[in-house]
Nanobody, 121 residues
């Protein structure tokens, strides 16, 4: 079982910065592929960034160059550093973990409760 808890959201002005954290329970964190998703009102949930168990990262085009995803396996925590924030970044941000217990099993998905990020003047 994996439990995920996000923190660090809040209200920030355009051009400002926030750092989101996702704390994971359990002893398998280092084996998980982690990611951040976001969902704005009236819109579909979209992928923001991912970091694999091996440390490889990928970003949505809309955040590339502004956001940085990272993980600290010693702390069972994933981070999203968000710089140069824009009003269109306003959304609920969700922590996601994916786990394949072995190569023959389906991937299991785990989600946090979400944290609100509001970018507004």
């Amino acid at each position: 079982q994996v439990q995920l808890v996000e923190s660090g959201g809040g209200l920030v002005q355009p051009g400002g910065s926030l750092r989101l954290s996702c704390a994971a329970s359990g002893s398998i964190f280092s084996m998980l592929s982690m990611g951040w998703y976001r969902q704005a009102p009236g819109k579909q949930r979209e992928l923001v960034a991912t970091v694999t168990s091996g440390g490889s990262t990928n970003y949505a085009d809309s955040v590339k160059g502004r956001f940085t995803i990272s993980r600290d396996n010693t702390k069972n925590t994933m981070y999203l550093q968000m710089n140069s924030l824009k009003p269109e970044d306003t959304a609920v941000y969700y922590c996601n973990a994916k786990w394949r217990a072995n190569p023959l099993t389906s991937i299991l998905d785990y989600w946090g409760q979400g944290t609100q990020v509001t970018v507004s003047s």
